[in-house]
């Protein structure tokens, strides 16, 4: 199955890792050490493909009909870029979350097993960068599904709420470094609303730019002004 799409992110060479950072709740290991399971009997199955659900990374902008009385509205460029939180996804019980990517993570490389990604992560930040067309009458904002690799086994040596020999199905972001930054393979699409609800999808990224976000020259700055370009455009001509 190909999962990776083409991400254009060779063309970011600044990351906003080190200030998105900062807006991430930090996910703090299970206090209650004697929960959870120290065994993962893994089924020897080989990775399986998965996908997260859509998530929007961009805002909603409105591509207006009309220029005015007699001529169409041209298409509009809308784009979406900032540091996103992937995490993993399970059956079990999100509680232990971290201990379980550890668990998988531990047997899987005992198993000497080439992975999809370089690790089974628990979470991981990954920038996310794409360029999208509106067509004239149209508004919504770009989304996109993180590609996830997956492994199965029974859960042993349990203890607290977790059965001994529960089936265990863990799920993990396949990520990958480009440079100085981390990417997550996935789709991205453009999800369309009706052109009321725009002012309700803001930029989910705005607070990493407010916060400091190093904008890299020209190319940034191109998408920044087409970016800016299409806002203006679409309050100008609502
Ligand atoms: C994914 O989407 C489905 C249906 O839209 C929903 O039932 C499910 O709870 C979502 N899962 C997550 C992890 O958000
Ligand atoms: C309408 O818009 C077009 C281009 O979008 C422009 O060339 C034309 O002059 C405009 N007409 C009026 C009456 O504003
Ligand atoms: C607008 O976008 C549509 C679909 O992407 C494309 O078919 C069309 O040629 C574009 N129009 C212009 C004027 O670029
Ligand atoms: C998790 O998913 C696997 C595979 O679909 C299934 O066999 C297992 O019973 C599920 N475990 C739980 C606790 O729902
Ligand atoms: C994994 O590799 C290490 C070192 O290369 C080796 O000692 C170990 O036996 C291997 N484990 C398995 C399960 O093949
Ligand atoms: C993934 O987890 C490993 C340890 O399991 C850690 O060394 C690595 O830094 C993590 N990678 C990312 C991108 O968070
Ligand atoms: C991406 O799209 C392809 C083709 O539509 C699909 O096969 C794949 O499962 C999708 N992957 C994700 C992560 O959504
Ligand atoms: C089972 O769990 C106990 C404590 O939770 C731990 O000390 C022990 O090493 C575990 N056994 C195995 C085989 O992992």
């Not at 807006?23 to 399986?48: L, R, V």
């Not at 979470?123 to 599904?145: C, K, N």
Request: negative net charge; proline residues 4%.
């Amino acid at each position: 199955m190909k999962l990776t799409q083409p991400f254009n992110c060779w063309m970011i060479l600044a990351t906003l890792l080190s200030c998105g950072q900062s807006t991430f709740a930090e996910y703090t290991e299970d206090p209650s050490k004697q929960e959870g399971c120290t065994i993962f009997d893994w089924n020897h199955e080989p990775a399986m493909m998965s996908a997260q659900n859509l998530s929007r990374i961009g805002a909603a902008h409105y591509c207006p009909l009309h220029s005015n009385e007699t001529f169409q509205g041209a298409n509009c460029t809308i784009t979406a870029y900032g540091d996103q939180m992937f995490t993993l996804s399970d059956n079990v019980t999100s509680t232990y979350r971290a201990s379980w990517a550890n668990l998988v993570e531990r047997t899987l490389s005992a198993e000497n097993v080439t992975m999809p990604a370089p690790h089974f992560n628990d979470t991981i930040i990954a920038t996310v960068e794409q360029t999208r067309i509106l067509q004239p009458g149209q508004a919504g904002y770009i989304a996109f599904s993180a590609a996830t690799f997956c492994y199965e086994g029974a859960l042993r040596n349990c203890t607290g709420k977790v059965k001994e020999g529960t089936i265990g199905r863990f799920c993990a972001p396949i990520w990958s470094q480009r440079r100085d930054h981390t990417v997550v393979s996935g789709n991205y699409s453009v999800v369309t609303i009706d052109k009321d609800q725009v002012s309700s999808y803001p930029d989910p990224f705005k607070s990493q730019s407010r916060s400091g976000g190093v904008w890299s020259s020209e190319i940034r700055g191109d998408m920044l002004a087409t970016g800016l370009a299409v806002s203006l455009f679409a309050v100008l001509l609502v």
